[in-house]
Each structure stands twice: as structure tokens, then as C-alpha cells.
């Protein structure tokens, strides 16, 4: 069994900072990408950001120059730094990881629970 823990969401003026964690814990042998996505309302859910558990990164274009992703592999866990945040940037965000659960086994993709971020002009 595998959890995932999302935190750091919040609400914060255009220009400000925030900086999402996402945790996974339970019955887990390596984490291939882990990434983050986000949905505003009305809206389909979109890739933010992934690295690769060689450390490569993906981004959107919307948020290319203001956001980073890093992980720390020994705490399983995922980090999303979001600065000079925007309206546009109002989602919920979730977290996305690809956990292999034992050597024999195939990964499985797990979703965070989802945390708010809303950014006021």
C-alpha cells in the first residue's frame, strides 16, 4: 500500500511564493518520474512540471523561469518551488509519482490528494 501526502498550498498576492511537498510512504521499492500537475476549475488537468529519477526536468511553458522541481529520492519525496506567481497560476495541484512497489513488479502511477493554491492579483 502506497500514500501520498501533498502540503504547502495556500493563498498568496501575484509575486509570492510558495513551495509544495509531496511525500509517499508505504510499500515502495523506487520511484521512477515523479511530477506535479494542476486543474483550475473548468479546466483539464495539465502538466506543470516531472523530473526523472536521473534528475531530468520538464516543464510547462506557462511556468518555465518561475517554478522548480527537485526531489530528494532518500525521503521519497517531491518538491515544487513556485515563485513570481500569477492569477493564472490558480489551481488545485496534485502530485504525480511512478512507484515500482518490489523488483518483480511494474510501475503503477499514484495521484496526490490534491492542495490548493490560489494566487490574489
Known amino acids: 500500500q502506497v500514500q501520498l501526502v501533498e502540503s504547502g498550498g495556500g493563498l498568496v498576492q501575484a509575486g509570492g511564493s510558495l513551495r509544495l511537498s509531496c511525500l509517499a510512504s508505504?510499500?515502495?521499492?523506487?520511484?521512477?518520474?515523479m511530477g506535479w500537475y494542476r486543474q483550475a476549475p473548468g479546466k483539464q488537468r495539465e502538466l506543470v512540471a516531472a523530473?526523472?529519477?536521473?534528475?531530468?526536468?520538464n516543464y510547462a511553458d506557462s511556468v518555465k523561469g518561475r517554478f522548480t522541481i527537485s526531489r530528494d529520492s532518500a525521503k521519497n519525496t517531491v518538491y515544487l518551488q513556485m515563485n513570481s506567481l500569477e492569477p493564472e497560476d490558480t489551481a488545485t495541484y496534485y502530485c504525480?509519482?511512478?512507484?515500482?512497489?518490489?523488483?518483480?513488479?511494474?510501475?503503477?502511477?499514484?495521484w496526490g490528494q490534491g492542495t490548493q493554491v490560489t494566487v490574489s492579483s
Open positions: 504525480n509519482l511512478k512507484i515500482q512497489r518490489a523488483l518483480f513488479l511494474g510501475s503503477q502511477t499514484y
Open positions: 508505504g510499500s515502495i521499492f523506487s520511484i521512477n518520474t
Open positions: 523530473i526523472t529519477d536521473g534528475g531530468t526536468t
